[in-house]
């Protein structure tokens, strides 16, 4: 075979015909080629290289992600002597380069027996399955390059890979905004990606990982896959044609204004032909009898041509190119930032086949029904129920649940959220965009947020502001008054300040509820709850939910109060429901909390060491069973004697995880046991009471289908005095149009009967929870189930309109100085548009530090992989009900907060 390597022919004459050998058929022009054998296609000339051989077929390689030529890449990479290969269709040719020490003739060898195994000529081929995931469409004039990745093969080339990081190049990323934008969003949703760096004139990207999570070639792979979603996916940002239009023309009207005189006129002609399109829509305006923002940028235009003194003009059209791209571009790498816990996806899993063995395989190959094994420090890569084994599973992510949750066989468990410790068999049930996370994910904004009424209302205000200036600016004319104040007066930016204050602060309180737990399906019910203060509540388990309280506290040698403070000490105050009750019973029973030492997080069981030095686990019933500690029969005799805690003791699978009971362990040793149940105080009736107390306006109703005896009783239970019963769904959303717009609908919006009523309500909320997100249908879903998320729900509505009402005084007082100045401070142009972007700028950085704020918060939780730092309070728990009585400032609104248009607004 070495000599085979140095003949040459032409690309279009067969091969040699050795003696005894059958001429392979000739094939139909534009068809593929038959075959039995892969070496009947063999190219009819091979040429060495400088680093291995080239051979060349236009039939085989014009089409590189045809079968054969996969096929062909497989058998080729097979060889160990093969360490890559460059494929360029225009020409026909494939070009493999081997290995440094590898001999030319023993690569050939083996090539020769790699390609002459038999193949199937028709259907799926296993042999395939290396070559499958390659990217092999051939891009403009790039050729293909093909190298390996660990067990994988890449078209990414791998240009530097240190500790922890990698920088990775690809001819597609050349000048591609576009593509290295999609890319970026990619690595976005990818778990182990800590950071990233695009270039798109250098073709390469830089990446940082997490390598407990990620290793290179996983990451290869899984970039391998995406592609289709590179080339033709997200919309990429916007051209930069009028940014550098503006860059230009602000070169040359310093230069012409300041200079050289006799640039001027140029520059001039240019800042009429770039705002050629303002002219043309405000003529268009004024001929339907309408005035609007293109009047008052025509205005400017005017004066600027008038007075020959483009600078100022140019300065101001460039810094209102720059805003946008500074908001869009703050947007994008705050939402990757904040939204990552619920967008990133695992690449990997290690699933157990039926022999008992563990596979590392992709995630694109799990199946429902498999079982796969998560361990402490990693995130569940899918929605499924526990088989084996105990962890406890931080949530906060996904539901806004603070503290770690135990989770025993049965359990379930959700995509995203993170094992702090133990370790757990998984049976499958949903992957990828089905999972709870992955909904939520697909359901976030890229960019800009639509459907925002206050982004509309922006237009409006601004639009408002053209008639007054435009009138002193004429009147100053006619007056007589000099042309500059006149001038001056039409130069303040009135509009994009509230352009982008509208999306960043939308985007600050949509991730903090959901940080809380609250998910908008329609980021429009944001603007809009400020001016709605009747709550209307539904039929719901929620109304009749109560809160967990402590039920038994039983104690063997030790007394009650001891067992009971053990118990309680274990937890910070006000974390979740069930430190809630520990901590009432304690200060009903008077059991004091211990002073602790060496607290530390367990999956099952909290353990510390007390005063006295004795070692204290409070353990869940799967913890007991597991390490199969000895229950004293004095205990046992008395858990009998409790139909609910045999429940608990056995570990119920369906039982809530909150009300299973706490055992008290000291030293090795069972000396009781603490259970709990909901039979507090309605969860309703302390919210609602919250509620009211902070607006002390606020109307709460209870629509119900039940008789009025029956529906009254629950009313009064959780302190509603309006009732309306005995309704069917058509009759509830006439009691709800009869109300007004002003009104919130709370229940359950799973349900089919409830779509009526969510349409004729102002906003409609949801307390369904987490597991019919899917099929909800409201506006807001509160993802913990109860109605304790009305709470914070309600200050999020506040904060977003007073950060919008922020952004106003600042911007209207910035410009309103500039036209006192103007007239009375000799204010010129160039004065102006200066003060006018310094209001802009403090807006900015007041969304920007807002933004940061809320992102450091964030990541300091998802990335800490202590248990301890998780034990924090329950952001809709102590945060929200610690001020329950602070009241609300008086505001008014008109009904046209809540009919504001919501469609697609202007964009930034």
Not at 81 to 90: K, N, S, W
Not at 360 to 371: A, F, S, T
Request: hydrophobic share 45%; aromatic share 6%.
């Amino acid at each position: 075979m070495p000599t085979a390597v140095a003949v040459r022919q032409s690309p279009t004459s067969a091969p040699p015909k050795k003696p005894g050998a059958r001429a392979p058929r000739p094939a139909p022009v534009g068809r593929e080629i038959p075959t039995e054998r892969l070496r009947d296609v063999l190219p009819p000339r091979i040429t060495p290289t400088a680093s291995g051989i080239a051979i060349w077929h236009a039939t085989l390689f014009s089409t590189p992600a045809s079968e054969h030529s996969r096929l062909f890449i497989q058998r080729v990479f097979e060889t160990a002597h093969v360490a890559g290969m460059e494929i360029d269709a225009q020409q026909g040719v494939a070009r493999l380069a081997f290995g440094h020490a590898t001999s030319p003739a023993e690569a050939v060898r083996h090539l020769r027996a790699a390609l002459a195994r038999p193949v199937e000529s028709t259907g799926a081929n296993p042999d395939l399955e290396l070559s499958a995931g390659l990217f092999l469409q051939p891009f403009e004039d790039h050729p293909i390059r093909i190298s390996r990745a660990g067990a994988y093969l890449t078209t990414w080339t791998i240009e530097f890979q240190g500790a922890d990081s990698v920088r990775l190049s690809h001819p597609v990323l050349k000048r591609r905004r576009d593509v290295a934008y999609r890319l970026e969003e990619e690595l976005t949703a990818v778990q182990g990606v800590r950071d990233f760096s695009a270039s798109v004139y250098a073709s390469s990207i830089t990446i940082r990982l997490h390598r407990r999570r990620i290793d290179v070639p996983r990451l290869l792979r899984h970039l391998e896959h995406c592609w289709p979603r590179l080339i033709h996916g997200l919309e990429g940002p916007p051209p930069t044609t009028r940014l550098i239009a503006s860059f230009t023309l602000l070169t040359g009207a310093f230069v012409g204004q300041y200079f050289i005189p006799a640039l001027t006129p140029f520059v001039l002609a240019g800042m009429i032909a770039y705002a050629s399109t303002n002219v043309y829509t405000a003529l268009t305006q004024l001929l339907r009898g309408r005035i609007g923002l293109p009047m008052l940028y025509t205005g400017t235009i005017t004066f600027t041509t008038i007075s020959g003194m483009p600078f100022a003009a140019a300065f101001m059209a460039t810094w209102m190119q720059l805003w946008p791209r500074w908001t869009r571009k703050l947007l994008v790498s705050s939402q990757r930032r904040l939204f990552a816990g619920h967008r990133q996806r695992a690449t990997w899993a290690r699933r157990l086949d039926a022999g008992g063995r563990l596979a590392e395989v992709v995630i694109d190959h799990i199946r429902p029904g498999d079982i796969i094994i998560v361990r402490d420090g990693e995130i569940i890569p899918v929605d499924g129920v526990v088989e084996a084994g105990l962890a406890a599973v931080d949530e906060e992510v996904l539901t806004g649940r603070a503290g770690a949750l135990d989770k025993a066989p049965g359990d379930a468990v959700y995509a995203a959220t993170q094992i702090r410790t133990g370790r757990i068999a998984v049976r499958v049930e949903l992957i990828g965009v089905e999972t709870l996370a992955g909904y939520i994910g697909e359901n976030l904004p890229h960019g800009p947020i639509d459907r925002l009424p206050t982004s509309a209302e922006a237009e409006t205000i601004a639009t408002r502001m053209v008639w007054p200036a435009l009138a002193l600016s004429a009147g100053n004319l006619l007056l007589g008054g000099p042309m500059q104040p006149s001038q001056s007066t039409i130069r303040p930016d009135y509009a994009t300040a509230p352009r982008f204050s509208a999306q960043l602060a939308a985007l600050h309180d949509l991730s903090d509820a959901l940080r809380r737990g609250i998910v908008f399906r329609d980021p429009a019910a944001l603007c809009r709850l400020p001016a709605t203060d009747i709550y209307v509540f539904d039929d719901s388990p929620a109304l009749l939910r109560r809160n967990v309280a402590v039920g038994a506290v039983i104690a063997g040698r030790l007394s009650v109060t001891r067992v009971l403070s053990y118990v309680a000490s274990a937890f910070p105050a006000f974390q979740n429901e069930r430190a809630r009750a520990l901590m009432q019973e304690s200060l009903r029973r008077r059991a004091p909390l211990l002073a602790i030492s060496q607290r530390t997080r367990h999956a099952g069981s909290i353990s510390y060491v007390d005063a006295d030095g004795d070692q204290i686990e409070i353990a869940t019933p799967a913890f007991v069973q597991a390490r199969r500690i000895r229950i004293p029969a004095s205990i046992q005799a008395r858990l009998t004697t409790l139909q609910q805690a045999r429940v608990w003791a056995g570990g119920a699978a369906d039982a809530d995880p909150v009300l299973r009971p706490l055992w008290a362990i000291r030293n090795g040793a069972i000396v009781g046991v603490v259970t709990f149940e909901r039979s507090g105080e309605a969860e309703a009736a302390e919210t609602i009471a919250v509620l009211r107390a902070r607006n002390p306006r606020a109307t709460f109703v209870h629509i119900s289908r039940h008789s009025r005896t029956n529906a009254q009783e629950l009313a009064a239970r959780i302190g509603i005095e309006t009732v309306y019963a005995g309704l069917n769904p058509t009759g509830k959303a006439d009691v709800l149009r009869s109300l007004g717009r002003r009104t919130m609908w709370i229940g359950d919006g799973s349900l089919p009967e409830s779509r009526t009523c969510m349409e004729a309500a102002g906003i409609s909320i949801s307390v369904g929870g987490a597991a019919t997100l899917p099929l909800d249908g409201a506006q807001v879903v509160l993802l913990q189930g109860g109605v304790r998320g009305l709470v914070p729900l309600r200050r999020m509505g506040r904060h977003h309109r007073a950060l919008i009402k922020e952004g106003y005084r600042t911007v209207f007082a910035a410009n309103l100085f500039c036209v006192a100045g103007a007239f009375f401070g000799g204010f010129n142009t160039l004065a102006v548009a200066i003060v006018s972007n310094l209001g802009t700028g403090y807006v900015y950085a007041r969304h920007r530090s807002l933004l940061n704020d809320l992102i450091a918060r964030m990541e300091a939780r998802m990335g800490s992989t202590s248990v301890d730092t998780a034990e924090e309070p329950d952001p809709q728990d102590a945060a929200d009900f610690a001020d329950a009585h602070v009241t609300e400032a008086s505001e008014d609104y008109i009904e046209h907060d809540l009919d504001a248009a919501t469609t697609q607004d202007q964009p930034i």
